[in-house]
């Protein structure tokens, strides 16, 4: 959803800010005893990023209901740009926000590795790292060159539907000389350098790769100084305010990854265009670290670096505005605790500056006397976050938390409406919601974006806070803690009406529905088969394969239906089958999800032993427009039945005679068409696969089944058979 332009924020903030009086607000509670389980919010926590990834997915992933999407990413220009992290309860791969969240969790992992370490969430922590990065490297094809966006932000937030089955066009938005965008570009060259330190050790061949790029992007960054090509596709989402903190930023870190000194006098170099407080010299302290303004986290490292007192004052000055304040001004806090500064994402705010006080306090460099304040400070906020109100703003952990998160793929519409199903099919365990206002009010409301959207960078601060009480106070991880949910309804239904019937015939509407949610998917080879018992016709001396079938209406244009063909010729049992392969069927709409069919089975006119009441799809069926669930129209994808019922008997699918006589290989030497329809019609005889009157000379290399099927009811003379 839409994210409000930071410096709009601040100058709503500060107003707000300066106008309250320090002895008029309560000041922070501090917390002695662990009063949560932070290995378990840290598991989480972790998990999220899980949850908010793009591309193809790893054999190991810990969920059931995410998969594949946004493959075809990059293919606009050329390039496989897939991968990376969806932003938030959207689609739109920012790489702003991305990689502001990937700098902060390789900086968590830098501080606090044994933390990570100690709680098993080390592969996870890393493996979120390295599936970001791995996607600005793809980002990254020349020195110049970056594409820091996939999927337009406008189009993307007009649906509301699960990320596997996105239809939408998604623009890959490029950087080079002509038009360039000098924040994310230096953002995303901290977040590649920060993941060379964390990879060092482990991977050092992918270390230099990431340092590589990291390089090439800040020197872009650097000698374009612009954002004019970036505003153009992020302008209303991410904009940025200003660049020259990113530069900072980035130099910072790919000095902490080279030693090169270099970068700490380029970095130091930024510091003078660094905003500052209104009418005054003061570098500014009043916000807070997040995707447009990094250059807290930047002053920080510079002053452990540099032990200058510039920077050691700048950041104990910015801790000291949300703890006990400056000048008798300090950051609201609400009635119970938060130190809120914005409405957007207060919990992010509060949050990641408690991870920053965290540092600060574990550095040599901290005024004694704020360690304790800072530290008390870091515990009461995440335990705001963890449910010391009496409520969770962590989904899947504690008490009461968020069920209703602003957030796509874990509603899982398949109809395009946040009011359908009026409750989330999918957990996101350890996502952060925005928060909320200043007087502690929340709505726990899918359509409230404001409170309870859910995005990358709000775990971010979040998570390097957790590890840090976590390595403070400890906590249980659940062991082998995994996603897997249970499938709560029937992911593809049939429903149907009698549109007619007479004493020759029977017509019958039927809608086959995609619900796909575990995880959601496109369908193109759905079919259902219709069971009647024709006894009736049977002991009129009527052939059942002589009834005419027709279809009256289908929503789509490769629909087909067969003759009349048999299930079981001892109990008189037939059916038709509605065949839907090549239909895209997706839960993505009120029209996408669906396909209706109206079809007709009548015996000749003048006739007058019709009698459909006896047959087994008739079961239930209501005359009328409405249709109802039914269950003994059983439907099929690809041939496997995946809902409803079907009759005792039946011959064996076609696919099961021949794999059982043929080739280890499932290919077939020869086949006699003519032996294996009659089998197929009546059961009557066996299939012989050496008949020498088939293709040509006799043998064929492969057997394609649908077009098989095509062939034996009818509907195509292309044989199912390549020589």
Known sequence: MRKVNNAVKKIMAVTVAAALILTLIPKPQATAAPTFNYGEALQKSIMFYEFQRSGALPADKRDNWRGDSGLK?????????????????????????????????AWSLYEDKEAYEKSGQLKYIKDAIKWANDYFIKCHPSPNVYYYQVGNGTVDHAWWGPAEVMQMDRPAYKLDSSNPGTAVSAGTAASLAAAAIVFKDSDPEYSATCLKHAKELF???????SDTGYQKAAANFYSSSAFWDELSWAATWIYMATNDSTYLTKAES????????????????????????????????????????????SIERHLDYWTTGVDGQRITYTPKGLAWLFQWGSLRHATTTAFLAGVWAESELCTPSKVSIYNDFLKSQVDYALGSTGRSFVVGYGVNPPKHPHHRTAHSSWTDQMTNPDYHRHTIYGALVGGPDSKDAYSDKIDNFVDNEIADDYNAGFTGALAKLYEKYGGDPIPNFKAIEEITNDEIIIKASLNSTGPTYTEIKA???????????????????????????????????SLAVRMNYSEGKGITISKVLPWDTSKNIYYVNIDMTGENIYPGGQSAHRREVQFRISAPDGTNYWDPTNDFSYKGIKAGSTVELTQYIPVYDNGVKVFGTEPAGGTPPVEDVLYGDVNDDKSVDSIDL??????????????????????????????????????????????????
């Open 219 to 225: 020197a872009f960054a650097d000698a374009t100084r």
């Open 73 to 105: 990413d990059g293919s606009d220009v050329g390039l496989d740009l897939t991968g990376g992290w969806y932003d938030a309860g959207d689609h739109v791969k920012f790489n702003l926000p991305m990689s502001y969240t990937s700098t902060m969790l």
């Open 270 to 313: 930024y510091v003078d265009n660094w905003g500052r407080e209104q009418q005054s010299e003061t570098i500014a302290y009043k916000w807070g670290q997040c995707w447009d303004d990094v250059h807290y986290g930047a002053e920080l490292l510079l002053a452990r670096i540099t032990k200058k007192p510039i920077y050691i004052e």
């Open 511 to 545: 809608v086959v529905y995609n619900q796909t949610g575990w995880p959601a998917r496109v369908t193109d080879k759905l079919s259902f088969k219709y069971f009647m018992d024709l006894t009736e016709v049977v002991n009129a001396n009527v052939d059942p394969l």
């Open 674 to 723: 003519a032996v294996l329809k009659k089998y197929l019609l009546d059961n009557s005889t066996t299939i012989n696969l050496k008949a020498a009157d088939t293709y040509k000379d006799g043998s064929i290399d492969s057997l394609d089944f649908a077009t098989l099927k095509k062939y034996l009811l009818g509907t195509t003379t292309e044989l199912p058979v390549k020589a």
